[in-house]
């Protein structure tokens, strides 16, 4: 089990007021697995992922990633697994707008003490298996959506994690990008890395092999879906 | 996160705001090119100062004619000759402890070919040069012979050999002052500018006994009488007991009763450099510490802009730390961002205040002093400013949390 939670729960204080953003969130998840996230607007999906990514903290509640309880850890603890054991895309792609797309996707070996030769070649593969290999030194202003995107997931796969996070990654794309992007989290996902992605859109969802839906801040309904949809089969047929 | 990727960043981010980093180094520009440059500028008077102390020696005391009135109303010094070569003499003879060197002034034109000079004439002793340290650079002094014969020989300055000889050589020239012929036997060293910024090396010495017999003649009132006697007193002796016998003794002389004010002047002239190299060291205190207020000024500066910046990339902190940089990796970044920033300015100030000195020395004709310590003192400060300066603004990004920072609108 990669991902195991226990009435995870995440508080924010607005003054006097209290907002329970997640209020006892129990989940496992399994290596290999396809996740998608539902749920509607401010159900406390983004907050979930955040708490799964370690970008956030929860306010009580157990959390284990690939089988060590994340709780009571320092920042630089949780700074090392965000470096080596997740790797994030979120829907506003948030490239660094003076670096290249090269620069970009080694950021994340650098602050990993990875050396320059090994970086550069670790970038610049995972650069080709986007198809972004002519666009290595292109600055995110000179990439279209979908290139940043994949920029950004190259960025996220470059140390090799375990787990993927991804928060409606295609909310600012085109249809036919989003579908593009969702053939290569499939591939991803076949070639055996853990895919957790939040989405708003039906049509998104069903390409997953799980669909889990929030409501208010809990689980309402947890499923496998039994036929996932093949992306990269629609985008032929598309083009057909 | 290596040193000189950090570097790398930081030089983008700087560059990426051009004008905005250009503005901000200019208050370390500024600050440091201002140190330089007034260090520079103390330091030159104090040089001056140091100088002039060497030149002089630490053991020379000056007799004047002349008196202070109780009243404050001073008479003009030497205008009265109330001090005499016998004065000279009783104070070498009783005071074993002091040389001295009686001298008389006038003011002559000095002819030499068709040059013709206005100058000052010095009848001096055979210990003047000895007294007042001043060697020769080629030639001859005076001996006693020059003295008894009151013969017409002249030692020059280096001025006056310039004015009138130009390169070619002096010695063994004659040169008619006041229409007297008289031969070049001796060319004084180069003494440079006195205390009150006159031109020393614009004289003729002559023997005493000539200056008042062939030169000077009726118009000096006493045949004795002489403008001043310079003193030099023996190496470690004390010079306020030097001072306190030579009083003594002259009021002795000149039968002055108790009550009566001198009637000469009487200055420890090394005591008055050293009271002008203490004013001067204060001044380059006080004109550096004015000069770092501006640096202090730049150093806000920094910090301003670099709090800006944080504000103003906060979604950059964020994605950084979401990809796995640490707490200390964003405060190392924006601390380098900080120094480079105020290294940069300070390299540009140095060469500013470099050449400010240089412009100050040639353009105000003031004597500026570039010193390596000022140039590593305003190179370290300048670092100082930006790691102080820069610390709160970086500590500030790296302890935002990931997830706020890459919320923030
Ligand atoms: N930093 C915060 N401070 C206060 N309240 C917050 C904060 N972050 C989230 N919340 C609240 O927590 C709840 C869950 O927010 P969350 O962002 O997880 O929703 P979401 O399911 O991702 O919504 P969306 O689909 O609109 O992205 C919301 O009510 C939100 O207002
Ligand atoms: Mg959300």
């Not at chain 2, 003729?204 to 000096?220: D, F, H, I, M």
């Not at chain 2, 190392?332 to 120094?339: P, S």
């Not at chain 2, 940069?344 to 570039?370: C, K």
Request: a neutral charge; hydrophobic letters at 45%; charged letters at 20%.
């Amino acid at each position: 089990m990669l991902i195991r939670t226990r009435e995870l729960r995440k508080e924010y204080s607005l003054g006097a007021h209290r907002v329970q953003a997640i209020r006892g969130v129990s989940i496992g998840i399994d290596t290999g697995e396809f996740v998608a996230v539902m749920g509607p607007s401010g159900s406390g999906k983004s907050t979930f992922m955040n708490l799964l990514g370690c970008l956030d903290v929860p306010t009580s509640g157990d959390y284990e990633l690939a089988g060590e309880p994340v709780e009571h850890r320092t920042p630089d603890e949780l700074a090392a697994i965000r470096n080596r054991r997740v790797g994030f895309v979120f829907q506003g792609f948030n490239l660094l707008g003076r670096a290249n797309a090269l620069e970009n996707v080694e950021l994340p070996l650098i602050y990993a003490g990875v050396a320059a030769a090994d970086r550069h070649r670790r970038a610049r593969a995972r650069l080709a298996q986007m198809g972004l290999t002519d666009r290595e030194h292109h600055l995110p202003s000179q990439l279209s959506g979908g290139q940043q995107q994949r920029v950004a997931i190259a960025r996220a796969l470059v140390t090799d994690p375990v787990l993927l996070l991804a928060d409606e990654p295609t909310g600012a794309l085109d249809s036919r990008t989003s579908l593009e992007i969702m053939a290569l989290f499939q591939e991803l996902n076949r070639q055996g890395i853990t895919v957790v992605l939040v989405t708003h859109e039906r049509d998104i969802a069903q390409f997953a092999r799980r669909i889990v839906s929030f409501r208010d801040g809990l689980i309402a309904d947890d499923r496998a879906n039994a036929a996932p949809g093949d992306a990269h089969r629609l985008l032929e047929e598309s083009a057909a | 996160m290596n040193l000189w990727l950090t570097m790398r960043v930081a030089l983008r981010a700087l560059a990426a705001n051009r004008l905005r980093s250009g503005l901000t180094m200019l208050g370390i520009i500024i600050g440091v090119g201002a140190v330089i440059t007034m260090i520079a500028v103390g330091a030159g008077a104090q040089a001056r100062v140091e100088d002039q102390i060497k030149g002089l020696g630490s053991n020379l005391i000056i007799i004047m004619s002349g008196s202070v009135t109780s009243g404050g109303a001073r008479m003009g010094s030497g205008s009265s000759f109330t001090i005499s070569e016998d004065d000279a003499q009783v104070l070498m003879r009783e005071i074993p402890e002091l040389i001295s060197a009686p001298a008389v002034r006038g003011g002559v034109q000095v002819v030499a070919g068709n040059a013709n000079w206005s100058t000052a004439m010095f009848g001096v002793t055979p210990e003047y040069p000895e007294v007042r340290q001043w060697g020769l650079l080629s030639g001859r002094g005076f001996d006693t012979n020059d003295m008894t014969g009151a013969t017409k020989v002249a030692v020059l300055g280096q001025t006056v050999a310039k004015a009138l000889f130009g390169d070619t050589d002096p010695l063994d020239q004659v040169i008619r002052i006041r229409k007297v012929p008289f031969t070049v036997v001796g060319v004084l060293e180069r003494k440079g500018q006195s205390l009150f910024g006159q031109d020393q090396d614009d004289v003729v010495l002559v023997p005493l006994s000539s200056a008042r017999k062939r030169v000077l003649g009726g118009l000096q009132a006493k045949q004795r009488a002489v403008n001043t006697i310079w003193v030099k007193v023996r190496e470690g002796y004390d010079m306020k007991v030097a001072e306190g016998q030579i009083r003594d003794l002259l009021r002795q002389r000149h039968r002055l009763q108790p009550g009566q004010d001198d009637d000469f002047y009487l200055r420890n002239l090394s005591e008055v450099l050293q009271a002008q190299e203490a004013s001067s060291r204060i001044l380059t205190l006080l004109l550096a510490a004015v000069a770092s207020v501006s640096l202090l000024v730049g150093g806000i500066g920094i910090m301003n802009i670099m709090l800006v910046s944080v504000t103003e990339r906060t979604r950059e902190i964020g994605l950084r730390m979401a990809v796995g940089a640490r707490g200390n990796d964003i405060l190392t970044q924006f601390l380098v961002e900080a120094v480079t920033l105020s290294l940069v300015g300070g390299f540009v100030g140095i060469v500013l205040g470099a050449g400010g000195s240089l412009a100050i020395g040639h353009f105000a004709g003031w004597r500026t002093e570039l010193t390596t310590s000022s140039i590593v003192l305003a190179t370290g400060f300048a670092a100082v400013v930006g790691v102080f300066f820069g610390y709160y603004p970086a500590r500030k990004a790296a302890r935002l949390s990931p997830i706020e920072a890459l919320r923030y609108e």
